[in-house]
C-alpha cells in the first residue's frame, strides 16, 4: 500500500510538474517565447530556411525597427516573419471569421535589452480558446507541432 502510495504521489507531481512547464511556455497573455541560440539575422535565415523546406507558404517579413526608424523612433531589433499553410490555416477562419485575425502565423524574432535573440508567437490553444473552436482539435494541433518544429530550428539549448 505504502508502494502504490508513492507511486501515485510520484504520477501527481509528475503531472503537476508538465502542467507547470506548459503555463510556462503559454502564459496568461497566450505568448509562447523561444529564446534563439543564433543572432537575430542568423535566426531569421534559419527560420525562413526550415518554413521553406516544409513547404509552407512564406508571405512576407516585416523589419519593425526599420520602420520605427524611418518614424525617428529607436526600436531594438524586431522582425515579424508571416506565413501558413493555407490548407490548414483557412480550417481556423472556416470554423470562425474572427479566426482570421490570428491567420497567417506570426513570429515576432526579436532582441531583447540584454542583446538576448527571442521568438515569440500565439499559443494555437490560446488561438482556439480566444474564438471559441472546438470543432479542429486536429488541426489546431497540427499547427502547434509545425510552430515548435520551426522554433526549435533556433532554440537555444
Known amino acids: 500500500m505504502f508502494t502504490r502510495l508513492i507511486r501515485l504521489c510520484s504520477t501527481f507531481l509528475f503531472a503537476s510538474a508538465v502542467t507547470a512547464s506548459s503555463l510556462a511556455l503559454a502564459g496568461n497573455d497566450g505568448i509562447v517565447r523561444v529564446k534563439s541560440a543564433y543572432r537575430i539575422g542568423e535566426a531569421i535565415e534559419r527560420l525562413k530556411k526550415d518554413i521553406g523546406d516544409k513547404g509552407i507558404k512564406f508571405f512576407n517579413e516585416i523589419d519593425q525597427s526599420k520602420l520605427a526608424a524611418d518614424a525617428g523612433v529607436k526600436l531594438r531589433p524586431s522582425v515579424l516573419l508571416i506565413f501558413g499553410n493555407p490548407p490548414l490555416g483557412t480550417q481556423f477562419i472556416t470554423a470562425n471569421a474572427n479566426a482570421g485575425l490570428d491567420w497567417p502565423v506570426r513570429l515576432l524574432v526579436y532582441e531583447n535589452e540584454k542583446g538576448e535573440v527571442w521568438t515569440a508567437y500565439t499559443d494555437f490553444d490560446w488561438i482556439a480558446r480566444r474564438h471559441g473552436i472546438e470543432n479542429r482539435k486536429d488541426q489546431f494541433k497540427m ?15
Open 143 to 157: 499547427a502547434s507541432s509545425v510552430i515548435t518544429s520551426i522554433t526549435s530550428s533556433v532554440k537555444a539549448k
